[in-house]
């Protein structure tokens, strides 16, 4: 087990009509003018922003709203957000939405009291010291960036859009509101696709060199298996509360870091479905349920015996003792099941990728200046091979 | 799944020599004059009090010193380390210790800012609103106290020892500091006490009437299962880092409610056993091994298939369909043979305690006047069965 600091200070209202507090929330945590961080219009449609605007008031709070955020969200309109701040002296970001609209407003946190370029903390070597109070209305369950201090951005720059993160305790929020029942109204496919990402976001962490990590090994199994319960009841029902609060719940707990503290994380297949996303505008779990698998089928023999656990434990795949290597192809086959079950996609096919493409996603990703990934360290045949893999499966 | 807010900011530094840094993070949760509060002289003896004296010098912190804290910690030191607080103006209180000594940090921390008596905050109806920011180096694995809302304080009270609790936001400390090394010293004894404990806070919030928490579920058996795991590890050999390590995380993650957010709880056990640790001064974790599985037994056909999905899932009791009920037994009996092979009691006899006595452990509860538990609602008669199968069981 690896030393570590963790510290996860986001206070939490969870529950049916948990949204209509949000003034009081906000009040709570010092906001006196808040920016109200959208995306597109159903949240408006819904009413949510409605019963959102009517809590600040109510709280004797004054806000301006920015709607406009899009899936993976554009550094232009962080650009726009953090003039509106320091022009109206916005206090709190009120982020009302899914993970996009909470990174694009940790972004906007980032800049407001910073005097450069807010793309800085994106392209390395700078961390921000402080950053405006941010809160969160959640809307989708899957980037679990209410909880985490994670933030992406995409940035066209020299005509190519670059996708960065930015990772740093200044991005954790101060509240999370989080309503399972807001996320009943997602379209299929963006449920599933929030469900593939929560369960690589623990998958990330689970794939490690670092032993003697029970506590969090059986953590990051847990949650997985919850997941592997509650996407068949969701995918069924969606209006099915149960499943949508355990998954909800699940978004936060598999990327707040708790499944990961103590030991060395891979990245690996996030960094290189980045490129996916970035060249086709994917749904960033649609990309993953492609890349993952494929990543976890070239990686398998590094730790063949931790496959076979994660099929074992995960999946209940039975102990093949004379040959783990079996169980563990199992595993990936169950874990590839469950996602095609759910509508997500499995091949570049499935995503409207192109085998043609792999040069270019592998020139974007710039694979020939640096490796990828800890479990495996992977440099570009690697990477290589797992797009080939990926563009090769057949179903 | 029941709505809930949950709020752990306890700023967690974990690891091998992380007490060095005690000054430091003092200092960074807004520390200047500290008080130093322990128990024994083994933390003397050790050095460790030096070091973390050394340590907050070094970070230009001045403070006190109040020593003599003892297991189920008395009020009269809570007394005594409030009037020394508030005569040195002391503004953060580190507890070098276990839950005993964290306990007694909280009690002092809440009454400081208080005008009446702190003990107002422990005999029902009143919440401290602040308390002096706290946080502790741990040296024992077992309360949770470094991370959860709890403390529980003894105080003589018409010649009786009342054993109350307080259980509130104020009391989440802003830090601990958790170095596994420290817990190497302890006698066996005290480490399979702590290990029962743990697992006990776990599974108070594991029985329960609330239905589908799947995620929380999986983190309680996840947690149990890696108990059960490192528990023979640590007994054949103290100074295993890696058992004691996950021991110590565990022992967090079992009480900082992240088990029990969204679900009623019991906590019938803790509180029936409070009255043996009252009465005869024993560990509060060997009262908890001789009357948790006592409460098991008694309550177990309220919801025999709970029962056996622990005894399936956290010792892998295999599943008998047809007698659910066998497999609920028998997953009693794997956890007794657990803790009788980590060296704790099992009956009143082992424990020291006297059948006769349960009139006056009954009486000590008051239990005529109000019931216990939430997973089944206990009475006079159900308390009185579960003190006589602990004083009845031989091994």
Chains 1, 2 share one sequence.
């Not at 709280?59 to 232009?76: D, F, I």
């Not at 390395?124 to 369950?141: D, R, Y």
């Not at 506590?215 to 592997?228: H, N, P, W, Y």
Request: with cysteine; proline share 4%.
């Amino acid at each position: 087990m690896n030393n570590f600091n963790f510290h996860r200070p986001t206070d939490i209202y969870f529950g049916r009509g948990a949204e209509n507090n949000a003034g009081e929330i906000c009040k709570k945590h010092g906001g006196t003018k808040v920016l109200i961080h959208f995306g597109g219009k159903s949240a408006i449609k819904s009413g949510l922003i409605d019963r959102v605007e009517k809590s600040l008031t109510t709280a004797g709070l004054s806000y301006v709203k920015l709607g406009g955020v899009q899936p993976n969200p554009r550094a232009e309109l962080v650009y726009e957000g953090i003039k509106l701040c320091k022009k109206e002296g916005v206090d709190m970001i009120l982020a009302v939405g899914g993970g996009s609209v909470i990174d694009s407003s940790k972004a906007i946190a980032m800049g407001v009291p910073y005097d450069g370029d807010f793309w800085d903390f994106f392209m390395g070597g700078k961390t921000p010291e402080v950053s405006l109070p941010l809160g969160s209305v959640l809307t989708i369950a899957a980037a679990g960036s209410e909880c985490s201090n994670s933030c992406v951005i995409d940035k066209e720059v020299n005509g190519i859009i670059k996708k960065k993160g930015s990772n740093c305790q200044a991005n954790v929020a101060k509240f999370a509101i989080m309503n399972p029942e807001l996320t009943m109204t997602l379209p299929p496919y963006q449920t599933a696709c929030g469900c593939c990402d929560i369960m690589c976001h623990v998958m990330e962490r689970y794939f490690t060199n670092t032993k003697d990590v029970e506590v969090t090994d059986q953590l990051c199994e847990g949650i997985l298996r919850a997941m592997v319960a509650m996407i068949p009841r969701v995918m069924k029902d969606p209006n099915d509360y149960e499943a949508r609060a355990n998954i909800m719940w699940a978004s936060s707990l598999a990327h707040n870091n708790l499944c990961g503290v103590d030991r060395e994380q891979d990245w690996a297949s996030h960094r290189i479905e980045h490129e996916l996303s970035a060249l086709y505008d994917c749904a960033h779990g649609a990309g993953l349920s492609v890349i993952m698998p494929a990543w976890m089928e070239h990686v398998m023999d590094h730790d063949v015996m931790r496959f076979a656990q994660f099929a074992n434990r995960v999946f209940g795949c039975a102990m093949d003792f004379a040959h783990p290597e079996v169980t563990a192809k199992n595993g990936i086959a169950a874990l590839r099941a469950l996602w095609k079950s759910a509508g997500l996609p499995l091949s570049f096919a499935d995503l409207g990728a192109k085998k043609e493409d792999i040069p270019t996603l592998l020139n974007n990703l710039g694979i020939d200046d640096h490796t990828e990934g800890h479990f495996m360290i992977l440099k570009r045949p690697d990477v290589e091979a797992i797009f080939n893999i990926a563009a090769n499966y057949k179903d």
